[in-house]
């Protein structure tokens, strides 16, 4: 029982690094229609940047974790005016799907070549002894990476709703060329939501690499489940995505432990199919009235 | 086909088999084997990715399931060739369908994301479940013995040579057909798709069969040339190698992917060897610096499109010289080229060549040939409504109520439709007209009520279901096949008279090829009465404005309704466009065809209709004929206004 | 105050405006008017960056905004209420208004009294009153029509761009928008209307451009294009 409790909480913070990571897909699917599918490898990069201020720099882990932020605002920047901006222009979805998937494989093969390809450990900021909660090991770490996934998404939404820049990122999502017409500059506003994103998964990142192993190959299947995350709770809920990035992770922790750890991606994955089976708009999404 | 590429075509035949002659190297024969085998797997990508727009991120797994069902049943039960390849088609046609079930109720980048979803989960499963599959340990086979002992590289070269050319035939033969036109529209326009009788969803679930189908046996093929197969194969890289070859090679187009085929197989070599890639590098970038100078003296480009290709080109040969090992960096090497083919060669090679020659002389239009088609053709193309029970009014709208949360667009309407008549639907903006249409076909489901076509229950059946069924309809905004002929159009129209099958139309049976020419036919025959016949073979979306909308109405009667919907038809018409279309409207009623007309143009409205209903916030406030409803109240009140604001 | 010299634009390889020339003096209404697709939609995009001029020069007072894309044009004081309203339909009333004042608040222009101007367009147009914190989405053709215009007065621009206000509303309503055009030009607003409808647009403007595929075929004042046989027959012909 005590073995159940702990994949629970284990599975609460992953979930909830899953459920920040796919924050940044509806941040940047609200504003251009368009988003990273490299997300995971923004991750990725994010936690290794921080693993050498950590461990080469002799930096403090939480003056570390602006830096990290400054370099995730930087790539996802780099995302934005490579790969999405010239397909805007041209309007060609397949563009940005490929040109993000390219940056993805890009960012991967150079992590690969600089910090090698092997899993690396990453210090954790809190002490390492668990302790006890309903008779199962909790780590402090773990409680860390709920609080910081929560305090970051509300951060995000109290701007969209408060202030007149955040209203004027709904607005771009809501209609662009309107937008531009108000004197708002979308292409500002598009790669602001591209940098946010990487700041989003960059500090999912350092939140999550000292619960696990760090290394170039952390990305590829966690951009997929954040994506099934974001596409459960639904493309415009972010309270959908808290509890679908729950129900992914505990899923994740106990099919790992009871089944086989070959097997722990597949729960995920195929409840990405069975939502899009039964109800695209995710759980909590609304459906779209079709104008016609 | 003229007969200069019928002898291009039987040269290039001849060259295929004759290579493994003259180069009689394994290695090299083997590497061409492989490129036949990814063209029978690019000839089906092409059908998802090309045709119907579809990104699939799932096909490598598609291909793993084709080698593996034949790995498998060679390994655990000796199968032979004739039995495991078919089977392999079979599977993975089968896993094709169950992948589109959930991928296509969704678009665009979810349905990426669900073919990269379920190709994972394919590679985690053939991984995992060695008890069938043998896991990471793999499976060995031998080269099928059709003649006797085993085959050699040699024979199974041509093997290939023959699968691939067989592929190349069907392939080419779907997407001439009725398939393959369901497949550009649904791209085009998934609204009239459904409305036409096409059935988006189907058509979808179809083309990713069909191309998992290929998928298959490609996949089977590969397992014998390799004679031995592992899970990691069938991995994201290669699914992103397999469009990197449809994008670079050209979509929609067999020559593209037969040099995407070539590329991808040739291009992991040249990226091993390092010398090879510092020269090719070098000379690509010398290519294309010089390219740019000509291209900016002649001033067909601009300094700042150059830009890009030129230090893109020119660093990478740099980073060539700079490099000891290529291999390491293979990876960003391979995703630098997606995001240069991706922006700067969005046609692919096929397609570069393509424009190329075109701007270089004018591209004309064959008017279409009218000699051939006699008159008498154009005699019947409207079919006489059936005439089913002529007092029974045609469509019953009982007491529909259409609520969008707290917004009652439709609030408890009744309307009866007498047939053969033309019944005009006004009101205001807002008023729930266009909810009304999206209702009667099956694109909104009413929250309450009923609509009775021809007695029967209209709602809960699908938009293609209701078109088949004998209610067509135009669109307020013009939706048709924008990158199809305005013949293509109608065709796709006509889907419904095509009974023919996947097997009639790959071996071009007399049941399709009769079908297909009857079509063809009729579909001139419309297009003559609404006076587009020598724009037939006009792109749509190049055709003016009022000549779209004909097009839409002609395309609407090629569904033979009963009952013809036209949602403000006259919007944005000239003078005497709208002429032509009362005139076309009034021959369309002649044929006993009951027609719903919502405008907003009055004199249209009350010159051309038998009886008026009104609605005004979502309920209907009045109803008659011209001169009652121009001089009721509350209509003036609530539509015409008060007083006029014309001097 | 706005000067349009031999404007060419289109859509690609299609060119649409064949070399047109608009003056928009201030404090007056000017109309442009003519069939579908004869152009008066995209001079409109042309003047706020929607699209890119071929040639030509567009004017604002002094300044040279041709080819100047669209955020930039409207914080210079070209407020454009497009066609088709395009209205930020998951965002309340007041939201939309409120971003129609967005060079205002953030430093682009001039501030003045935003909370005072955002009453006084409430009083303008007074079924968005009733409706402030609803969803944009959820109004009525009229109504967002009515918004479209109150968040383009919100800018206090210099010139007004008002794209085809009466397009898919029944006449009633297009009274009321001509009733408050009327209302906007007691009060001195710059304004450029296109207009399918060129009855009630006339009847509004102080001087007329009538175009046709992609040429201004006449102009003069108001009163006399109404009184023109020629654009009376291709244009004032039909309902009403």
Not at chain 1, 52 to 66: A, F
Not at chain 2, 196 to 214: E, H, N
Not at chain 2, 574 to 580: L, N, V
Request: charged content about 15%.
């Amino acid at each position: 029982m005590e073995i159940l409790i702990q994949l629970i909480f284990s599975g609460i913070a992953l979930g909830m690094i899953y459920a920040v990571v796919a924050f940044g897909y509806q941040l940047t699917f609200a504003t251009s229609g368009t988003l990273n599918f490299g997300q995971g490898e923004a991750l990725m990069l994010g936690a290794l940047v921080g693993l050498t201020c950590v461990d080469t720099l002799g930096i403090n882990y939480w003056l570390m974790i602006p830096l990290v932020c400054i370099f995730g605002a930087l790539q996802g920047s780099l995302v934005e005016v490579v790969g999405v901006r010239p397909a805007i222009k041209i309007k060609s979805e397949f563009g940005w799907i490929m040109s993000t998937i390219a940056l993805g494989i890009i960012f991967k093969n150079v992590a690969e070549n600089v910090w090698g390809r092997d899993d690396l450990r990453f210090p954790s900021p809190l002490p390492e002894e668990p302790f006890q909660f309903l008779g199962a090991n909790i780590l402090p770490m773990e409680i860390l990476v709920v609080v910081g996934a929560l305090l970051m998404m509300l951060l995000v939404e109290w701007f969209n709703r408060k202030t007149i820049y955040g209203k004027a990122v709904v607005a771009t999502s809501n209609d662009r060329d309107a937008a531009a017409l108000m004197g708002i500059n979308t292409g500002i506003v598009i790669m602001f939501s591209y940098a946010l994103s990487s700041i989003t998964a960059a500090f999912a990142g350092v939140l999550i690499s000292p619960l696990t192993l760090t290394g170039a190959t952390m990305g590829a299947s966690l951009g997929l489940k954040a994506f099934a995350v974001a596409i459960i709770g639904g493309l415009s809920s972010g309270f959908g995505i808290i509890i679908g990035g729950l129900i992914l992770g505990i899923a994740e922790t106990t099919t790992g432990f009871y089944i086989s750890t070959g097997y722990k991606d597949v729960p995920g994955l195929l409840l990405l199919l069975l939502v899009l089976a039964l109800k695209p708009s995710g759980l909590f999404g609304k459906t779209a009235i079709k104008k016609v | 086909m003229n007969s200069s590429k019928i002898i291009a075509i039987g040269l290039a035949i001849v060259a295929l088999f004759a290579f493994p002659i003259f180069l009689n190297n394994d290695y090299y024969i083997h590497l061409g084997t492989t490129i036949l085998i990814y063209i029978i797997l690019l000839f089906g990508l092409d059908i998802v990715v090309g045709y119907t727009g579809q990104v699939s991120l799932g096909h490598a797994g598609l291909f793993g399931v084709g080698a593996y069902t034949t790995g498998v049943l060679f390994f655990h039960l000796g199968m032979p060739f004739y039995v495991t390849v078919p089977a392999s088609i079979a599977v993975t046609a089968f896993f094709g369908g169950l992948l589109a079930l959930p991928a296509l109720k969704v678009i665009g980048p979810y349905l990426a994301m669900v073919t990269l979803a379920f190709g994972t989960i394919l590679q985690i499963l053939i991984n995992e479940m060695s008890f069938l599959t043998e896991g990471p340990m793999g499976i060995k086979l031998l080269k099928p013995s059709l003649f006797g002992p085993e085959m050699g590289e040699r024979e199974f070269y041509w093997l290939s040579a023959v699968a691939m050319l067989l592929s190349l035939v069907v392939v080419h033969r779907i997407l001439k057909s009725q398939l393959g036109r369901a497949f550009e529209a649904l791209r085009d326009s998934p609204v009239a798709c459904d409305c036409m009788g096409v059935s988006v969803y189907r058509y979808k679930v179809y083309a990713f069969v069909i191309s998992a189908g290929f998928a298959g046996f490609a996949g089977a093929m590969y397992a014998y040339s390799e004679k031995y197969i592992s899970p990691n194969t069938y991995n994201n890289e290669l699914t992103v190698l397999f469009l990197l070859g449809i994008i670079m090679g050209g979509r929609k187009s067999r020559l593209g992917a037969i040099l995407g085929a070539v590329i991808i197989v040739l291009l992991p070599k040249l990226l091993d060897d390092i010398n090879l890639f510092r020269m090719v590098s070098i000379a690509l970038a010398v290519m294309v610096a010089l390219g740019s100078a000509v291209a900016l003296s002649k001033g067909i480009t601009t300094r700042k499109k150059v830009l890009a290709p030129v230090i893109g080109t020119i660093a990478l040969a740099l980073f060539s010289l700079w490099l000891e090992n290529i291999t390491d960096w293979r990876l960003s090497i391979f995703g630098a080229m997606i995001l240069l083919v991706v922006y700067y060669l969005q046609e692919g090679i096929v397609g570069f060549f393509r424009n190329f020659t075109s701007a270089l002389r004018a591209k004309v239009v064959q008017a279409q040939d009218l000699s051939a088609s006699a008159g008498e053709a154009y005699a019947n193309v409207i079919h006489q409504a059936a005439v089913k029970d002529t007092a029974a009014p045609i469509l019953n709208i009982e007491s529909i109520l259409m609520q969008f949360g707290g917004l009652k667009a439709l609030n408890d309407v009744d309307i009866t439709i007498k047939r053969g008549t033309i019944h005009g639907l006004i009101g205001p903006n807002g008023s729930g007209k266009s909810t009304m249409m999206n209702v009667l076909t099956g694109i909104y489901i009413p929250t309450a009520g009923d609509v009775k076509f021809e007695n029967e229950t209209v709602i809960g059946k699908t938009s293609s279901e209701i078109a088949l069924s004998g209610i067509a309809r135009t669109f307020q905004n013009v939706q048709l096949f924008g990158e199809m002929t305005a013949l293509e159009n109608i065709l796709v129209g006509l889907h419904h008279s095509f009974n023919s099958n996947l097997l009639d139309v790959a071996l071009h049976l007399p049941r399709f090829t009769k079908e297909e020419s009857s079509a063809r036919e009729r579909a001139l025959g419309l297009l003559h009465f609404v006076g587009l016949d020598m724009l037939a073979n006009e792109e749509a979306r190049n055709l003016p404005y009022g000549k779209q909308r004909m097009l839409e109405i002609a395309r609407a009667l090629a569904l033979d309704p009963n009952l013809l919907l036209l949602d403000e038809p006259a919007a944005g018409l000239t003078a005497p466009d709208i002429k032509e279309l009362l005139a076309v409207i009034r021959k369309i009623r002649d044929h006993g065809i009951t027609i719903i007309l919502i405008e907003h143009h009055m004199d249209v409205v009350m010159s051309v209709c038998d009886k008026i209903s009104v609605l005004d916030f979502g309920q209907k406030i009045a109803e008659g004929v011209a001169q009652e409803i121009q001089t009721n109240e509350k209509v003036i009140e609530a539509y015409l206004g008060g007083q006029s604001t014309t001097a | 105050m706005l000067s349009i010299k031999n404007l060419k634009a289109g859509y690609g390889k299609v060119e649409v405006l064949h070399g047109i020339n608009i003056e928009v003096p201030k404090s007056q209404i000017i109309t442009l008017i003519g069939s579908n697709g004869a152009g008066k939609t995209t001079t409109m995009r042309a003047i706020t960056g929607m699209i890119k001029p071929t040639a030509g020069e567009i004017t604002l007072g002094s300044e040279n905004i041709t080819g100047v894309d669209s955020h930039r044009v409207a914080r210079l004081g070209v407020a454009h209420s497009p066609e088709g309203r395009r209205v930020f339909s998951t965002m309340s009333v007041t939201d939309n208004l409120l971003l129609g004042a967005f060079p205002r608040l953030t430093g682009s222009r001039p501030k003045g009294d935003v909370k005072h101007d955002l009453e006084k367009a409430m009083e303008l147009f007074p079924r968005l009153k009733e409706r402030r914190t609803q969803l944009a989405g959820t109004l009525s053709g009229g109504e967002q029509q009515m918004l479209a215009m109150a968040r383009a007065v919100m800018l206090n621009p210099d010139v007004f761009l008002l794209d085809e206000p009466s397009m898919g509303l029944a006449p009633i309503l297009v009274d009321e928008v001509f009733k408050t055009i009327q209302r906007l030009k007691s009060e001195g607003v710059t304004m450029l209307l296109v207009e399918q409808f060129a009855a009630a647009a006339l009847n509004v403007a102080d001087y007329g451009y009538v175009m046709e595929n992609g040429h201004i075929k006449v102009h003069g004042p108001a009163d006399k294009l109404k009184n023109d046989p020629a654009v009376i027959a291709a244009y004032l012909g039909g309902s009403h």
